[in-house]
Every structure is written in structure tokens, then in C-alpha cells.
């Protein structure tokens, strides 16, 4: 059993931030990499950031210099710090996990949280 539970979206004006975050709970042995995707009307999921258990992220072109993902370990928290928004932003993001439920067992990337809407308004 586990739950990721994201928070932060809301309405905000172009050049404006939000902060995202997101929680897993539950009944798990480990996660290894966090990630943020995000999903516009008519559009594919896209994978906005991935961070390492580490620490270390990688972003996608679009959003490099302006957002930034971070975790607290001793949390199950994965954050995304949203800066300079712009209307193309405007999407709902989803949590995702790689998580590993028992000792042995593969890791799994499928976990996902029930999205946050995140609108930007010119």
C-alpha cells in the first residue's frame, strides 16, 4: 500500500511561483527516484523533472532555469519550486515515484499521485 498525495497547485499570474509538493505514505520498504510530469489539455504526459535519490535532478528544456526539484528524505516529500510561470505551464502535475514495496522486490515505477491543477493566467 502506498499513497502519494500532491499539494501546492492554484491560479497564478505569468511570472509568478508556486511551490509543489508531494508526500508518500504508507506501507513501502524504500523510494529511489521522485519525479514531477505534467499534463495539458490535448497534450501527452510530459516528464517535467526526475530527482535521484541523491539529490542530483534532471529537467526538462522547457522549464530549465526555472524550476526546481528537491526531496526531503526524511519526509517521503518531493518538492517543485515553480518560478517565472508562464501560460504554457499551465497544466495538472503529477507525482510519480520508483518504489521498492518489500526487502527484495523490484523496484517499481508506476506510483503515481492524483495530480494538482497549476494555472497561469497572462
Known amino acids: 500500500q502506498v499513497q502519494l498525495v500532491e499539494s501546492g497547485g492554484g491560479l497564478v499570474q505569468a511570472g509568478g511561483s508556486l511551490r509543489l509538493s508531494c508526500t508518500a505514505s504508507?506501507?513501502?520498504?524504500?523510494?529511489?527516484?521522485m519525479a514531477w510530469y505534467r499534463q495539458a489539455p490535448g497534450k501527452q504526459r510530459e516528464l517535467v523533472a526526475v530527482?535521484?535519490?541523491?539529490?542530483?535532478?534532471d529537467y526538462a528544456d522547457s522549464v530549465k532555469g526555472r524550476f526546481a526539484i528537491s526531496r526531503d528524505n526524511t519526509k517521503n516529500t518531493v518538492y517543485l519550486q515553480m518560478n517565472s510561470l508562464k501560460s504554457e505551464d499551465t497544466a495538472v502535475y503529477y507525482c510519480?515515484?520508483?518504489?521498492?514495496?518489500?526487502?527484495?522486490?523490484?523496484?517499481?515505477?508506476?506510483?503515481w499521485g492524483q495530480g494538482t491543477q497549476v494555472t497561469v493566467s497572462s
Open positions: 504508507g506501507s513501502f520498504f524504500s523510494i529511489n527516484t
Open positions: 530527482i535521484r535519490s541523491g539529490g542530483s535532478g
Open positions: 510519480n515515484a520508483n518504489i521498492q514495496m518489500r526487502p527484495g522486490f523490484s523496484y517499481r515505477n508506476d506510483y
